[in-house]
């Protein structure tokens, strides 16, 4: 089992920056996919960036230019920067481990961006 626990999420106005970090613990095991997703008022679950163990990663055109997404393997630590951000990007954002034992998430950090 893996547990997730995100960190980083508040209030910014628009334009404005946010760092987000998970951390994963329990039994982590080498060859995993991290990534965020988040979830919007009356909205379903959407995938935001996703990066594989080797640090590819991979953006959502909603975020693409906007955010990063990196990892560091050695603390199980995942991380979203969060550049201009929109209104538009208010939402729960959740973290998400992928290995060869299943799918796990965190409880989600709500970010929201003022106008």
């Known amino acids: 089992q893996a547990q997730l626990v995100e960190s980083g999420g508040g209030l910014v106005q628009a334009g404005g920056s946010l760092r987000l970090s998970c951390e994963a613990s329990g039994s982590i095991l080498s060859g995993n996919d991290m990534a965020w997703y988040r979830q919007r008022s009356s909205k379903q679950r959407e995938l935001v960036a996703h990066?594989?163990?080797?640090?590819?990663?991979y953006y959502a055109d909603s975020v693409k230019d906007r955010f990063t997404i990196s990892r560091d393997n050695g603390k199980n630590t995942v991380y979203l920067q969060m550049d201009s951000l929109k209104p538009e990007d208010t939402a729960v954002y959740y973290c998400?481990?992928?290995?060869?034992?299943?799918?796990?998430w965190g409880q989600g950090t709500q970010v929201t961006v003022s106008s």
């Open positions: 998400n481990l992928v290995q060869s034992t299943g799918m796990y």
């Open positions: 990066i594989n163990t080797g640090g590819s990663p």
